[in-house]
């Protein structure tokens, strides 16, 4: 064997490339998932809309109120007394609101 060829053998015998060529497992991609996030919906309640707050252990909800402005991302609202203006300090949930029937 010339010079030529030996350059061109294996130096490491034990380290083998055929593993690179092993079947492999592949799957497509999925528009599903087992725990996909909500999705943006329109809010419940509108900018401007009278609503009522419920209260734990009360017969009546309060109000009524004006809602002013809408959280969408942690589904929350602005509101403020509509006989008085007054502006409620906190933002009421989405779950905790009623309106009219």
Known sequence: M????????????????SEDELPQEYRSRVEE????PDWPRPPL??????????SSGQAQPAGPYIIISANLENKTYGLKKKNT?????????????????
Request: glycine share 2%; aromatic share 6%.
């Open 33 to 36: 998932y087992e725990d996909k």
């Open 45 to 54: 309640y509108r900018v401007n809309e009278v609503v009522y707050v419920r």
């Open 2 to 17: 010339t010079d030529l060829e030996s350059d061109r053998q294996r130096t490491d015998p034990v380290c083998d490339s």
């Open 85 to 101: 203006g007054q502006i409620l300090p906190t933002a009421v949930a989405e779950r905790d609101l009623l309106v009219a029937a």
